[in-house]
């Protein structure tokens, strides 16, 4: 992924300066990408509403793209009848081999729980959906999501506690992302043929509009360069050699336990030859 001539120079000296970034604004870090006025930036960029109607959803992505980064978002989801919808928020690159990080929020009927669907992809390849329930209700308040993305690991966090981690194990021969710069990117999607029981719960449209809100997005990022990724004043932050400890492990194998609702490691009739190789290191 070398970049040439004066833009790939111009770039350089723009990004090695610059570690970003704290308190995020939602008008300068972001930009609304669909849904025809249905998404609105609100409180002068501290916060962004998606709204889905039978028409539309409504998305947006990160003005800039990354290469790593440590993310929090705060998220409240659709409320009530929420069946049929999928709100996400996730880090993608661009084309085919494109790589990809995702939480997706799959709605309920009231007073069923959410299912958080996460799932990786590296080099187009997905297949890593591992799912949870909540041990909360997602849409009272807002919660904060968190995805931490170094050349060592990836770790997704709900309310600071790890829930899933995805290790580099190129070793291994399995792909890791670190080659190609992600943007962040929310959206609000109806899903009805696919979210709920596999399409066997319809979106309820007489509660639309359905609108789902982001607020006090943080992150500290690392930018893309000719000479690799380049990440601040600060050369090496220490989020950069992050991984799970002892103590990140014993909550995430509280999560698993307790939380967890679909492994595809576990899923012998998927995969009857053996799991993916990620699943057995
Ligand atoms: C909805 O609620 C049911 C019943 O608790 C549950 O089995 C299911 O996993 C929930 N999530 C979705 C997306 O249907």
Redesign the pocket.
């Known amino acids: 992924m070398k970049m040439k001539g004066s833009i790939g120079f111009l770039h350089l000296v723009v990004t090695t300066l610059f570690v970003a970034a704290s308190a995020g604004n939602f008008y300068q870090d972001f930009e609304i990408t669909w849904g025809d006025g249905r998404a609105k930036i609100l409180e002068n960029g501290q916060s962004l509403s998606l709204s889905l109607d039978k028409a539309s959803g409504s998305g947006f992505r990160s003005k800039n793209e990354y290469m790593f980064a440590k993310i929090d978002m705060q998220l409240k989801l659709v409320p009530g009848n929420s ?1 049929g919808t999928v709100t996400t928020y996730y880090l993608s690159s661009q084309g085919p081999s494109h790589d990809e990080i995702d939480f997706e929020f ?4 009231s007073g ?4 958080l669907h996460t799932n990786v992809f590296t080099q187009g390849k997905g297949n890593r959906e591992q ?1 949870f ?1 909540l041990w909360f209700d997602p849409t009272n308040d807002f919660h904060t999501y968190s995805i931490l993305w170094n050349s060592q690991s990836i770790i997704f966090s709900v309310d600071g506690i790890p829930i899933r981690e995805f290790k580099n194990l190129e070793s291994k021969g399995v792909d890791f992302p670190k080659k190609q710069p992600m943007r962040i990117y929310g959206s609000l999607w109806d899903a009805e043929n696919w ?3 596999g399409g066997l ?1 319809k979106t309820d449209w007489a509660q639309a509009p359905f609108i789902a809100t982001y607020r006090n997005f943080n992150a500290q990022v690392c930018f893309w360069t000719s000479s690799g990724s380049s990440c601040s004043s600060n050369k090496s932050p220490s989020w950069l050699r992050e991984s799970l400890d002892s103590n990140g492990l014993a909550k995430l194998h509280w999560a698993e336990k307790n939380y967890m ?1 679909y492994n595809y490691c576990t899923d012998t009739k998927r995969f009857p030859q053996g799991p993916p190789s990620e699943c057995l290191a």
Request: hydrophobic share 40%; no cysteine; glycine share 6%.
């Open positions: 069946a799959l709605g309920n009927l069923d729980p959410y299912t799912q329930h979210a709920t029981r719960v609702i």
